[in-house]
């Protein structure tokens, strides 16, 4: 304890700096009186890498004031000291990594389970905070948003559909024969019918005929899944090969299929923390 009282005309103000080394709870044990704050991931939260606590709690009262107490205030600051940490984890995250970004989620394209430049550095920066913070682990919720990801999904299947039916018939094969080849394949020939005149341009009859597969393309719930789960994997992969986390601190929660807000263009990938 580093203590530092000063009284002024009845008025006081003091200083506790706390040290706790290698700081641990004991068994839980059944109590009235117990607190309900959620003080095990707030002791992992500002438990450094060495395994020290270093608190600071500034007090300030009146003596004259017949509901003031030390003990009391003393401990009121320490809870609020706590709940600040257990319900704001990775404000303090970011203060450790010396950035404003927000380290609580990741930002993926439509379709897509690729990191960009800028999601990777925040988890490089994600990764650096919390091996200052050897005693949490990260929770990873891979999501996948049926509006944004449906279509890119359908597209990419189709585009790999193409792919392979090109190199069924071989590089003599035109763009056009390749798309009739696919939807006779498909069992789709009988829609030709109701494609617009497209007239003397191959471009416009085969962006038609692709309009016409996508169409035929379906993509279900089990897809979204799988994209969830690539998302967090991808992201546990990264903090792991790249950032140097231990494997066993990172693990991956269920996935969600969910819609996010209407304007929204990215699809949103959340952490959660919890104590070791």
Do not use: C, W
Not at 15 to 35: C, I, K, P, W, Y
Not at 92 to 107: F, K, N, R
Not at 177 to 194: F, P, R
Not at 242 to 253: E, K, P
């Amino acid at each position: 304890l580093n203590l530092d009282y000063l009284i002024d005309q009845r008025r006081v103000k003091a200083g506790n700096r706390v040290l706790l080394d290698q700081f641990t709870l004991g068994d839980t044990v059944a109590s009235a009186e117990a607190t309900t704050l959620p003080v095990s991931l707030a002791i992992a939260l500002m438990t450094d890498s060495s395994g020290r606590i270093d608190i600071d709690l500034p007090v300030e009262g009146n003596l004259d004031d017949p509901e003031f107490r030390i003990g009391s205030v003393v401990l009121t600051a320490l809870g609020n000291l706590i709940t600040k940490a257990a319900t704001s984890p990775f404000a303090l995250l970011e203060g450790l990594a010396g950035t404003d970004q927000g380290l609580d989620q990741v930002h993926f394209q439509p379709g897509s389970a690729a990191l960009d430049a800028e999601q990777e550095e925040s988890l490089r920066s994600l990764a650096s905070a919390l091996r200052e913070r050897p005693a949490l682990r990260l929770g990873i919720r891979g999501v996948s948003n049926p509006r944004l990801d449906e279509g890119p999904l359908r597209q990419a299947r189709l585009d790999k559909q193409i792919a392979g039916q090109r190199k069924k018939l071989g590089t003599q094969a035109g763009e056009e024969q390749v798309l009739l080849a696919l939807l006779d394949k498909q069992g789709l020939m009988s829609l030709l019918a109701t494609l617009p005149d497209a007239g003397p341009d191959p471009l416009a009859r085969q962006q038609a005929l692709t309009a016409l597969l996508l169409e035929g393309v379906k993509v279900g719930p089990q897809s979204l899944r799988k994209l969830a789960d690539r998302r967090a994997a991808t992201i546990r992969k990264h903090l792991v090969d790249i950032g140097g986390m231990a494997a066993d601190r990172v693990f991956v929660l269920d996935p969600l299929t969910a819609d996010q807000p209407e304007e929204a263009t990215a699809v949103v990938v959340t952490f959660s923390l919890e104590a070791s």
